[in-house]
């Protein structure tokens, strides 16, 4: 298959004020090529916490994917979010699956077509093995 045959994937960014997945507070990531560039991810990641910045060095680390939902290609955090004392991000903790840590700092969530899709997926498939 061609490489503009592929469908591009979604990045979304969620906050640690985000309450619901279908009503995030910013729009995806906007990129050109095959994905985000690092810049991109560490702004989306690093941002600015109380007004300050929290770290110079914005580094970003994906989380393993065992704990993702299904569904989810790629979970990206800030890697220092816990040693800076980031806030819990609620939404993002409530994504993995089985994973009973919490997320820290705001994220990116790689899909294929938006976290929502993702979670409606989700929950029709718990709906067919109850019934």
């Known amino acids: 298959m061609k490489e503009e045959n592929k469908m591009k994937r979604v990045y979304e960014v ?9 009503n995030l507070r910013t729009l995806p990531i906007e990129y050109e090529g095959k994905r985000p560039t690092l810049d991109q991810l560490q702004e989306a990641v690093g941002g600015k916490y109380s007004g300050e910045l929290v770290s110079t060095r914005n580094l970003i680390e ?3 994917k065992v704990y993702l939902m299904k569904g989810m290609v790629d979970m990206i955090v800030h890697e220092e979010g816990l040693l800076l004392d980031l806030p819990a991000n609620q939404l993002a903790t409530q994504l993995l699956d089985g994973f009973y840590s919490v997320v820290v700092g705001d994220v990116v969530v790689v899909t294929d077509n938006g976290i929502a899709e993702c979670i409606r997926k989700e929950e029709e498939q718990l709906i067919e093995e109850i019934v």
């Open 62 to 64: 994906y989380m393993p």
């Open 14 to 22: 969620i906050t640690t004020e985000d309450g619901n997945a279908f």
